[in-house]
C-alpha cells in the first residue's frame, strides 16, 4: 500500500511542479520530502538517491537545454541554460520512488531500461507542454534523446538502490 501511496504522492507533486512553477514547486517539494522522510524512506542513506538525483539533474536538463534539445517560452525568465527550479524539484522528487514504487525493478535493468525509454520520455513531453517549455524540432529527436538517457537513468537509480541497500527484504523481483 505504501508504494500506491508513493507513487500518487509523487504524482500530485509532479503535477504542482509543473503547473505552479519555481515558487510552489519550492513549497511543495520540501513538504512532500519531509512526509517521504517521515512516512516512506526505510534507510537515512536514501537522501544520497535523492542527491545524486538532484545533480543528474542539472547536469541532464542543464544539457538538454545548453545544446537546444529543450528551451524556454519567450516569456519565461530563467538563468540561461539552467534548468528551471521547478524542474530540479522534479529529480529530487524522483529518486524517492526507486526504493518504494519502483521496488519491483529490483535487479530488473533490462526492463527499467524499457520503463525509462517510455515512462519519463511521456513525462517531459506532457510536462514540457504545460509548462511552455519548447522541444527542439524535429520533435521526434528530442523525445528520442530523452528516451535514450532516461533508459540509462533509470537502470542507474535501481543500480544504486541495490549498491546502497535501499530495498527492504519484502521488496524481491517479480
Given at each position: 500500500?505504501?508504494?500506491?501511496?508513493?507513487?500518487?504522492?509523487?504524482?500530485?507533486?509532479?503535477?504542482?511542479?509543473?503547473?505552479?512553477?519555481?515558487?510552489?514547486?519550492?513549497?511543495?517539494?520540501?513538504?512532500?520530502?519531509?512526509?517521504?522522510?517521515?512516512?516512506?524512506?526505510?534507510?537515512?542513506c536514501e537522501w544520497r538517491?535523492?542527491?545524486?538525483?538532484?545533480?543528474?539533474?542539472?547536469?541532464?536538463?542543464?544539457?538538454?537545454?545548453?545544446?537546444?534539445?529543450?528551451?524556454?517560452?519567450?516569456?519565461?525568465?530563467?538563468?540561461?541554460?539552467?534548468?528551471?527550479?521547478?524542474?530540479?524539484?522534479?529529480?529530487?522528487?524522483?529518486?524517492?520512488?526507486?526504493?518504494?514504487?519502483?521496488?519491483?525493478?529490483?535487479?530488473?535493468?533490462?526492463?527499467?531500461?524499457?520503463?525509462?525509454?517510455?515512462?519519463?520520455?511521456?513525462?517531459?513531453?506532457?510536462?514540457?507542454?504545460?509548462?511552455?517549455?519548447?522541444?527542439?524540432?524535429?520533435?521526434?529527436?528530442?523525445?528520442?534523446?530523452?528516451?535514450?538517457?532516461?533508459?540509462?537513468?533509470?537502470?542507474?537509480?535501481?543500480?544504486?538502490?541495490?549498491?546502497?541497500?535501499?530495498?527492504?527484504?519484502?521488496?524481491?523481483?517479480?
Amino acid at each position: 500500500m505504501k508504494a500506491i501511496i508513493n507513487a500518487i504522492l509523487f504524482q500530485g507533486v509532479w503535477l504542482a511542479c509543473v503547473l505552479g512553477g519555481s515558487t510552489v514547486a519550492l513549497l511543495i517539494t520540501p513538504l512532500y520530502l519531509f512526509l517521504h522522510d517521515h512516512y516512506f524512506m526505510n534507510k537515512r542513506c536514501e537522501w544520497r538517491l535523492v542527491l545524486l538525483f538532484f545533480f543528474l539533474g542539472v547536469l541532464v536538463d542543464g544539457s538538454f537545454f545548453q545544446f537546444g534539445i529543450f528551451s524556454y517560452s519567450a516569456d519565461a525568465q530563467y538563468f540561461g541554460n539552467f534548468p528551471p527550479i521547478w524542474l530540479l524539484c522534479l529529480w529530487g522528487a524522483v529518486a524517492t520512488l526507486f526504493a518504494h514504487s519502483l521496488a519491483f525493478l529490483r535487479s530488473r535493468y533490462y526492463l527499467s531500461a524499457m520503463l525509462g525509454f517510455i515512462g519519463p520520455t511521456v513525462s517531459y513531453i506532457a510536462g514540457a507542454k504545460l509548462a511552455g517549455i519548447t522541444l527542439a524540432e524535429p520533435s521526434f529527436f528530442s523525445a528520442f534523446a530523452v528516451a535514450l538517457v532516461w533508459s540509462l537513468i533509470l537502470p542507474a537509480g535501481v543500480y544504486y538502490c541495490e549498491k546502497w541497500a535501499l530495498y527492504t527484504k519484502e521488496d524481491k523481483p517479480l
